[in-house]
């Protein structure tokens, strides 16, 4: 039976996404899907983008793919001197990449749905409509989305303070089962409506994939599978 396979965080870590795959052994007709933040802060961005391509894996925008594109158009703006200015795993990654490389990362749909199954980076905000037009703020929110503070309003990522509830937490399901990542857990993030599988693998944690049996265009959310592998080392110290 045909499966949707999704990818957590990869950030580069080519060698443990070959081993996932090896281990789940993708066949023809399989849809296989990055959950976005597949380049930056680990060893192999460009490779890693080529490998996605090469086996014709898709993927959603993530926060990490949003900031490149934006520095790489700063890099052409401003040329060589923007460069002292950056961290060195951003400056590394935007240096492997051409022009046809940021075209691609543009391409990148900022959420993927498939029956009542969707892939988002960040996350959604009850209330949110996921469309082909969604503004500049709902798009930051879908790659960036985190924390809620006490009056269920986002909070940037190092406002620890006024942490209090994780957004899919409270999500009420209404733009479908949501598999996300972004936020590295230590374990995958079960909820009633969406499954966080980003496990840290650039840390050291692990790469965590998801697969749906998908037959007659329907995806059985109920019935998941999940797959995991250990990081080589923690890429990102
Ligand atoms: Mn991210």
Redesign the pocket.
């Given at each position: 039976m045909p499966k949707i396979i999704v990818y957590g965080?990869i950030h580069g870590c080519l060698d443990e996404l070959k081993q996932l795959r090896s281990d789940i052994n993708p066949k023809k007709g399989d849809i296989e899907i990055s959950v976005?933040?597949f380049l930056n802060k680990g060893p192999y961005s460009l490779k890693t983008l080529r490998y996605l391509n090469k086996h014709h894996i898709l993927s959603v925008m993530?926060?990490?793919e949003a900031k490149i594109i934006k520095l790489y158009h700063r890099y052409q703006k401003q040329g060589e001197s923007y460069l002292s200015t950056l961290r060195s795993s951003d400056k590394k990654t935007l240096l492997e990449l051409g022009t046809d490389d940021i075209t691609y990362l543009e391409s990148l749909p900022y959420y993927l749905k498939i029956d009542t199954l969707t892939i988002v980076?960040?996350g959604i905000v009850n209330g949110m409509q996921l469309s082909e037009n969604m503004n500049d703020k709902e798009k930051k929110l879908l790659?960036?989305l985190r924390f809620y503070n006490k009056k269920h309003e986002p909070i940037p990522y190092d406002d620890f303070e006024n942490r209090e509830v994780f957004w899919s937490e409270e999500y009420d399901g209404k733009e479908g089962f949501i598999v996300f990542?972004?936020h590295p857990f230590p374990e995958v993030k079960i909820e009633k409506n969406a499954i966080g599988i980003?496990t840290g693998c650039v840390y050291g944690g692990t790469l965590t994939a998801i697969s749906f049996t998908y037959k007659d265009k329907k995806v059985n959310i109920k019935k998941y599978t999940l797959h995991e592998v250990k990081a080589i080392t923690n890429h990102f110290r």
């Open positions: 965080d976005g933040d993530g926060n990490n980076h960040g790659t960036q990542g972004h980003d």
